[in-house]
């Protein structure tokens, strides 16, 4: 910034840069509005760690959404049913394994990314569980394997936030903006196989 180098972040959040982003808040609600549309009460989250030295702020948000949906929908929060590690396809296994152990567990989980939710079917899988009979899965990203494992998750536009922020640093180098310029992209809901009504 002081560098007077125009920057432009994608996906990413400073009061004094302009970016191109989308609501991580309304994603993580409508993950959690679509099972407890499906009739779940018992809903677990897996995430980052939600407060972290380089300040990445999406599977906070995500969390903030998961609880809104809860609360507007009179499903009890509970605390237990909330996992968060490193991210990762392994650690977010663990964090499934520890969810699906618990006495009373979870009959979905979101995870705050579609790699977390690969984790979260392959503890599925360890547990014995079938998906989506046993035990719902939802993600977000919808990365390109997610597509492949018909894995229900939030979509959110990459190749677009991409484009979107060259176009906004093009711009911003030939008009420098007078103050920061914020762009919100689209998210949508992809509907596959891995959510069902709970079982029984």
């Not at 509970?78 to 969810?99: C, D, K, S, T, V």
């Not at 711009?171 to 949508?188: G, Y």
């Amino acid at each position: 910034m002081r560098a007077g180098v125009p920057t432009v972040l994608i996906d990413a959040h400073h009061p004094r840069l302009s970016r191109v982003v989308i609501d991580d808040v309304a994603g993580g609600q409508m993950a959690t509005q679509h099972v407890i549309d499906l009739g779940h009460r018992k809903i677990g989250f897996v995430s980052d760690q939600l407060e972290n030295p380089f300040n990445f702020v999406s599977s906070r948000d995500r969390y903030q959404g998961y609880r809104r949906a809860l609360a507007e929908a009179d499903v009890p929060f509970r605390p237990e049913y909330h996992q968060q590690g490193e991210h990762g396809r392994q650690e977010a296994r663990e964090m499934a394994r520890a969810l699906l152990s618990l006495p009373d567990p979870p009959t979905a989980i979101f995870a705050a990314s579609d790699t977390q939710a690969i984790g979260v079917l392959e503890a599925a899988r360890d547990a014995g569980l079938k998906v989506p009979e046993d035990l719902s899965v939802i993600g977000y990203d919808d990365i390109e394997i997610a597509e492949y494992l018909h894995l229900t998750t939030i979509r959110q536009p990459l190749f677009a936030l991409g484009v979107e922020g060259v176009e906004l640093l093009l711009d911003s180098i030939a008009t420098p903006p007078s103050t920061p310029r914020r762009v919100l992209l689209p998210i949508e809901l992809a509907v596959r196989h891995t959510t069902a009504p709970p079982p029984g």
